[in-house]
């Protein structure tokens, strides 16, 4: 009789990640959901089938899906912060700078619009989340009132006409993001620094 050799494959091999990688890709998955379906997107099973990762990773690197939710509010934050940020020497950008790093195209998308009304829809529930907020939020307003305070000449109520200005441009990217043909970036600049000329002085 013939012998037959049955040849068995090896199991498949998963890719060892180390903490701090297969953190991050747990958090990119979730803004990746955020941006295809907003908050209705963000499950533990759709977190995890992107990521490609086993359902208890998220409790693991981060306690519980609320968590995560915070650590992919920073994640969603970080991208225009460092756009505002200072110059490598320290030196604050201009408001005109800063304003037009604000409402460029590349972070004004369908996608970018879906990330954030998820993220501010599911605020009032979740603390972690608010606390990130606080944070970002006040980073941001700092970067704000720096460029204000230079704009001036001095940082006499920089900090309370920074969350004025904030205000106008979240109202406008907002907008930008809605209806990116009816407002482009362009525009949105436009109006921002017009809007801002009687509060601070010229600006465009």
Known sequence: MKRCRVTISEPPRF?????????????????????????????????????????GLIAHHFGSKDQLLAEVYEAAYA???????????????SLPELIARIFAAERSTPQALNVWMALWGAMAGNPGL???????????????????????????KADELAASVIGLVDGLWLEQCIDPDGLPPAAARAACLRMLDPLLGPVG
């Open 15 to 55: 890719r060892r990640y180390g903490r701090e990688v297969r953190a991050a890709m747990l958090i990119e998955a979730g803004l990746a959901c955020l941006a295809e379906g907003g908050i209705a997107a963000f499950t533990v099973d759709g977190i995890c089938r992107r990521a490609g990762t086993s359902r």
């Open 79 to 93: 991208p225009m912060l460092a756009a505002i940020a200072p110059r490598p020497d320290g030196t604050p950008l």
């Open 130 to 156: 608010k606390d990130a907020h606080r944070r970002k939020y006040g980073e941001y307003r700092a970067t704000v009132a720096a460029a204000i305070a230079i704009h001036r000449g001095t940082a006499d």
